[in-house]
């Protein structure tokens, strides 16, 4: 056969390019995302692969994971009893709201001590200091030693009292530039308040995290609520900032701000203090305990710390 044969013969087979195929990029909002080959010669789509539900959700899973060990305790929710994160959330609330009007009274307190007005003298501020720290250690002395021994007794009544002391420290901020004549004694009374709430937090705090505390984890608690605590301390100080930038000089406006926000603060702390079911016997508890069971109504742990 010669090369003009050759050359004449009919073309048995060409070669076919690979038919180039189409990815679709997985779709974040649907369950299933699929890489689809599509044919060019008209030919039937046929799925080549399939990912997971969604190709972020591992990124997720480690970030919810970090962010649970960074405030939450290892185990969560079994490693604490019933109650833990409402009772953190609506705290959380409340330590929000008492850093914002903090910064409310501290403004207020600054107006009363001189602060920009040319007549005052930096010994009265100075004077003024003094006895604010003299009253507040005196006051911590004197309910140490008068309740401390029932502190323990009545956490929840304790726990509500510190806060409604705290409320009415930072009110008396608020009223002493109001009243210059007498700032001195109602800085004093605020500062006596303030240290009052301190000590009956800080009594009622190791016993409401002993009672969260179920599997031995009770140091850990103490650490994860101090990072929580941090963390709104930054949030209040923050919207504090923005809120002191908003209101400026209307004297007002923050009073009316400072209500709002001491209202608020008053029913996060009675729903925070709602989510306590303690398990220990104290006298109010035991009146309830007897009155149910004379009543033949249910004594189990929730429904008698709903009654008290």
Request: proline content about 4%; some cysteine; hydrophobic content about 45%.
């Amino acid at each position: 056969m010669s090369w003009a044969d050759v050359v004449k013969a009919p073309v048995v087979a060409r070669y076919k390019p690979p038919t180039p195929t189409t990815r679709v990029r997985p779709s974040r909002r649907r369950a299933a995302a699929r890489a689809v080959e599509l044919q060019e010669d008209g030919g039937p789509a046929r799925v080549v692969s399939e990912t997971s539900t969604d190709a972020l959700a591992p990124r997720r899973r480690v970030r919810r994971a970090r962010l649970i060990d960074v405030f939450l305790p290892e185990g969560y929710p079994r490693s604490v009893a019933p109650g833990y994160g409402a009772y953190q959330l609506w705290d959380a609330l409340q330590g929000l709201t008492s850093y914002v009007r903090a910064n409310l009274a501290y403004k207020a307190t600054l107006e009363g001590l001189g602060v920009g007005d040319v007549e005052a003298s930096a010994m009265a501020g100075a004077l003024a200091n003094v006895a604010r720290d003299a009253s507040s250690s005196l006051a911590g002395l004197l309910l140490a030693y008068g309740c401390s021994r029932d502190f323990g007794r009545r956490v929840r009544q304790w726990r509500l009292a510190a806060d409604v002391a705290n409320d009415c420290g930072l009110a008396l901020q608020m009223a002493a530039p109001l009243c210059r004549d007498r700032f001195v004694v109602l800085a004093c009374l605020a500062a006596a308040c303030h240290c009052a709430c301190g000590v009956m937090a800080g009594a009622t705090k190791a016993s409401i995290s002993r009672h969260f505390a179920v599997q031995g984890n009770f140091e850990e608690l103490v650490s994860k609520e101090g990072s929580q605590e941090q963390f709104v301390n930054v949030l209040g100080l923050l919207l504090g900032y923005y809120v002191l930038k908003v209101l400026n000089e209307s004297t007002k406006t923050v009073l009316i701000a400072f209500v709002l926000l001491t209202l608020l603060h008053v029913l996060a702390n009675i729903m925070a203090v709602r989510q306590l079911r303690l398990r220990t016997v104290n006298e109010p508890r035991f009146r309830v305990l007897m009155d149910r069971f004379l009543r033949n109504l249910p004594l189990d742990v929730a429904a008698v710390g709903d009654a008290e």
